[in-house]
């Protein structure tokens, strides 16, 4: 920090009006809303959706109950194809003096904010310290959900880049930016630019593979994991060089790499991050022990961090421990409605044959894709599948041929496949099921999916391969994947 942050702004560098209120507006404002997404958003408590559905509740209560829902993680969405919880690291900072982004690595991020604030209060023109508040806000509007950061974001590294023209923190920052909106092309435009000026920027470097891996890059994503490995090994780059190996098949060199990674994480949040990596590569690969084991071990580290709790659902539903899973969820999603665990809860309510519960979480999903894209958020890919299984078929086709024409990956293939499926387009479909095996990624809910357009496309003998491969895989991919899949198989054995 720097030695003038108790001291009075000279003459000439005392903020303006805009400065003060750009340095001074990251106050959290999560309370209200949370205390409303709170109170058992799908638990039938008071305040609750249920609720809200009772004789006498109002329409516009409903709505207004949904959005706030909703918000508390609209825009927390980074890397569609990392899970949930890829936790960006402070970016390699220029030698400019003042707060640096490492103040992000660790304690309290509201407290850190809120020490930026102070500091550029009184040194409005320390411009690694604006870089370092866009990063903050990026950061803030991730964990906290609040869309409201992402501008405040925009105008930090805005104000970093007025100060000093091609800096590389706030290209870096406008990197992470744009990767948090979706906005894979300018990600990687940015961490470019970033770079060019400082060619060990740990952020840039990251957030590269990241924009590349989402475009469908993937031996450029691989080319860029090496490089980076090269230049600044570390928790943020064997994460991802392990992503992009287990994108090609190779869960081993990943798991291995993991592991790695673990034994160097020390703060607990670089420990709950990677220990969750590890539980979702389990998971992935159907070993549910291991992965309740490495969930366990990150929510040791954090018990409240959100991919850790929605991995252990996972695991304990699969495991048959499904009363576990959904109280988990349950808790998850009052503060975080995010698609992936939403949807997981409403497949359980269904399974309970609670199908007013189930309904009441796939709403939430759509309301929370309005909230996304009204906040500069592409959240087609995050939509479209669930949109395809629970919601309008015709919404989830547009969504994921959209989703298409920008970046072919392998999981906007099996995007595109299934909503072509249920839209009764098998035959346009298994192409892109094929596709989306191509890089040898192991996924069972790809192969299952697959195994359905195989057994409406009459490929009766693929179908049963590739639906015993998906249950041999990974017996518990999905509540009521997993089980429509034994019923096709049966219905496959029994028509040989």
């Known amino acids: 920090m720097s030695p003038r942050t108790n001291e009075s702004a000279p003459e000439g560098e005392r903020p303006d009006e805009d400065t003060a209120a750009l340095a001074g507006d990251a106050r959290d404002t999560t309370d209200d809303r949370d205390t409303a997404a709170t109170g058992g958003a799908v638990t039938g408590e008071p305040g609750t959706v249920e609720a809200a559905r009772a004789p006498g509740a109002s329409k516009r209560r409903r709505v207004l109950h949904l959005a706030a829902c909703a918000a508390a993680l609209a825009v927390a969405i980074?890397?569609?194809?990392?899970?949930?919880?890829?936790?960006?690291?402070?970016?390699?900072?220029s030698s400019s003096p003042g707060v640096t982004a490492e103040l992000l690595a660790g304690g309290d991020l509201d407290a850190n904010i809120a020490t930026l604030q102070d500091h550029l209060r009184g040194q409005p023109k320390d411009f690694t310290s604006w870089a370092t508040l866009g990063l903050a806000y990026v950061e803030q509007a991730r964990t906290k959900g609040d869309p409201s950061r992402y501008p405040q974001a925009e105008k930090a590294l805005r104000r970093s880049l007025d100060l000093r023209p091609d800096n590389d923190p706030a290209l870096a920052g406008q990197a992470a930016l744009a990767a948090a909106r979706h906005d894979f092309n300018g990600a990687l435009r940015q961490a470019d630019l970033a770079l060019q000026q400082n060619p060990y920027s740990e952020w840039a470097l990251a957030t590269r593979i990241d924009a590349l891996v989402e475009l469908g890059r993937y031996d450029d994503a691989a080319e860029a994991a090496d490089l980076a490995d090269d230049r600044r090994p570390g928790i943020p780059v064997f994460t991802r060089y392990a992503y992009v190996r287990e994108l090609r098949g190779d869960t081993k060199t990943a798991e291995r790499v993991l592991k790695q990674a673990l034994t160097s994480a020390n703060g607990r949040g670089d420990l709950a991050y990677v220990a969750t990596q590890?539980?979702?590569l389990a998971w992935r690969q159907g070993d549910h022990q291991s992965a309740l084991d490495h969930y366990a071990r990150a929510l040791a580290a954090d018990d409240s961090y959100v991919p850790a709790l929605e991995g252990r659902a996972r695991a304990e539903a699969a495991s048959g421990d499904r009363d576990g899973a959904i109280r988990t969820l349950e808790a998850v999603v009052s503060r975080y409605p995010l698609p992936g665990p939403l949807v997981e809860l409403g497949e359980l309510y269904e399974l309970e044959g609670d199908r007013a519960k189930a309904r009441d979480q796939y709403t939430l999903v759509n309301a929370w894709a309005s909230l996304a894209r009204a906040n500069g958020v592409n959240a087609d890919l995050d939509t479209a599948l669930a949109d395809a299984d629970h919601g309008d078929r015709k919404a989830a086709l547009r969504a994921a041929r959209a989703e298409w024409k920008l970046r072919q990956t392998v999981h906007t293939a099996d995007a595109l496949a299934w909503a072509l499926h249920v839209n009764g387009r098998s035959d346009e479909a298994l192409p892109y099921a094929r596709r989306a095996a191509a890089t040898g990624y192991k996924d069972a809910t790809f192969r299952y999916h697959r195994g359905m357009i195989e057994q409406a496309t009459g490929n009766d003998e693929e179908a049963r391969r590739s639906?015993?491969?998906?249950?041999?895989?990974?017996?518990?991919?999905?509540?009521?994947?997993a089980e429509r899949a034994r019923k096709a198989l049966k219905a496959l054995e029994a028509a040989k």
């Not at 639906?467 to 994947?481: E, H, I, K, Q, V």
């Open 78 to 93: 980074t890397s569609g194809a990392i899970a949930l919880g890829n936790r960006q690291q402070p970016v390699s900072t």
């Open 278 to 280: 590890l539980g979702q």
């Open 467 to 481: 639906l015993t491969a998906a249950l041999d895989l990974n017996s518990g991919f999905s509540p009521l994947g």
